[in-house]
């Protein structure tokens, strides 16, 4: 069964450095997105990307944060400047269709979890 | 904004049922869903229903919702240790493209 994946598993930084997060969504998704889950609280949303282009963002998703798909495959994140706060699982997904289709179900990775030193 | 409230903990014994419920205030959902999250690992979709129906049964799971109370409900029978695990509700009616807005997660623990 296709599956979202997502790498490293776990990435260790310091404060100020740059870092790449890597995904591979399901082959014939059309929408990606990126949620990031703090220990112990909610799963928040951050960024969906349609068209090679981002369709929504949250208030989180400030000009630290880039998202790109570079090539047929891959659907990166990017922290620019990490900072302590950035510490958290991040979560890649992807859906055949959006919100107005009837295929939006979103399937995730199994993350990537970031500690900012 | 929208909002998707969850109890946190839960605990049952083998072989009961568990229901682990869920309230969200967003009316224009289009899909609300169930994912579990089990220790150390990602989001495993588990069962989604489409907000026109009020039922929908899945093997050993059942997910009602009212849509008039904006409550909906997981509901595991003959419940394994397997099933131990953290729970999420999400409601799709973040944004035009879906963004799901989750709850906080309910713990469930099964003892044997």
């Known amino acids: 069964e296709p599956e979202v994946t997502q790498t490293p598993s776990h990435q260790v930084t310091q404060m100020g450095q740059e870092v790449i997060l890597r995904c591979v969504p399901i082959s014939n998704h059309l929408y990606f997105y990126w949620y990031r889950q703090i220990l112990g609280q909610k799963v928040e949303f951050l960024v969906s990307f349609y068209n090679n282009e981002i369709s929504e963002k949250s208030e989180i998703f400030d000009d630290q944060f880039s998202v790109e798909r570079p090539d047929g495959s891959n659907f990166t994140l990017k922290i620019r400047s990490t900072k302590l706060e950035d510490s958290a699982m991040y979560f890649c997904?992807?859906?055949?269709?959006?919100?107005?289709?009837?295929?939006?179900?979103?399937?995730f990775g199994p993350g990537t979890r970031l500690l900012v030193l | 904004g929208e909002d998707v409230e969850q109890s946190l903990f839960l605990s049952v014994r083998e072989g009961d049922s568990s229901v682990i419920n869920c309230t969200y205030t967003d009316s224009s959902s289009t899909y609300l869903y169930w994912y579990k999250q089990e220790p150390g690992a990602g989001l495993q979709l588990l069962t989604y229903i489409f907000s026109n129906m009020d039922m929908k049964q899945d093997q050993r799971l059942t997910v009602l919702l009212n849509k008039k109370d904006k409550h909906l409900s997981l509901r595991i029978a003959d419940t394994q240790t397997g099933d131990s695990a953290i729970y999420f509700c999400a409601d799709s009616g973040g944004g035009s493209q879906g963004n799901l807005i989750f709850g906080k997660g309910t713990k469930l623990s099964v003892k044997p």
């Open positions: 997904a992807s859906s055949r269709g959006g919100r107005v289709a009837t295929q939006e179900t979103q399937y």
